[in-house]
């Protein structure tokens, strides 16, 4: 009965270079949400996709940041040329469906980017 | 614009007493209400959640309070346990996926 996965659960990047974060929600799982947590602050929303669809990437930066969940596979977040500002707690949460009020989001142990 | 507020940054409370967090919004549209904890180097758990139509929801040794006058929720717990030691985030949603996260209460139970 795994909960929600992620990977890598640390990673270090040059800036300039490109961190790609994975994530494979919880079985039965077809929603998947990505937040930001900088230091000291709370987890804030970036996207939220469903199977080969994006549904709301309000949170996104416009530049850099790209979000997908393919038909086989993790969700992935692809963050292209980091800079030191990206620094942080990337957490990937799943739920069952968006519907109504009350599906709780399941959260994965995050991955901890860090750009030198 | 901080709509989900916790302004009680840490907190430190003896172990076997009472636990209390506060959470403030000030968005009038949220209408559901969750408290999850984390651990160090850990994702956040989902702890306990509650909708606008209620005023109080228990589960075990925490219960959530809603006080939508006030726009004001908190947490408690009863008795307080070393292992409950945490950061403790609330979150608002307005009938949508998108939940809001206050900045978190570091809990500290003193054994």
């Known amino acids: 009965n795994a909960g929600v996965m992620q990977n890598p659960r640390h990673l270090v990047r040059r800036r300039g270079q490109e961190a790609r974060l994975r994530c494979s929600p919880m079985k039965g799982h077809s929603h998947v949400y990505w937040y930001r947590q900088l230091p000291e602050e709370g987890l804030k929303f970036m996207v939220y996709l469903q199977k080969e669809n994006i549904i709301d990437e309000s949170g996104m930066p416009k530049e850099r940041f790209s979000a997908e969940f393919p038909k086989e596979g993790p969700s992935i977040l692809r963050i292209q040329q980091v800079v030191r500002g990206d620094s942080a707690a990337y957490f990937c949460?799943?739920?069952?469906?968006?519907?109504?009020?009350?599906?709780?989001?399941?959260f994965g142990p995050g991955t901890r980017l860090t750009v030198t | 614009d901080q709509q989900v507020k916790q302004n009680s940054p840490s907190l430190s409370v003896q172990e076997g007493r009472i636990s209390i967090l506060n959470c403030d919004y000030t968005?009038?549209?949220?209408?559901?209400f969750l408290w999850y904890k984390k651990y160090p180097a850990e994702g956040p758990t989902f702890l306990i959640s509650i909708s606008s139509i209620k005023d109080k929801n228990e589960d075990g040794r925490f219960t959530v309070f809603l006080n939508k006058s006030a726009k004001h929720l908190s947490l408690h717990i009863v008795p307080s346990q070393p292992g409950d030691s945490a950061v403790y985030f609330c979150a608002a949603s307005g009938g949508t996926y998108k939940y809001i996260f206050g900045t978190g209460t570091r809990l500290k139970v003193l054994a």
């Open positions: 968005n009038s549209m949220f209408d559901y």
């Open positions: 949460a799943s739920s069952p469906g968006s519907g109504g009020i009350s599906y709780e989001q399941y």
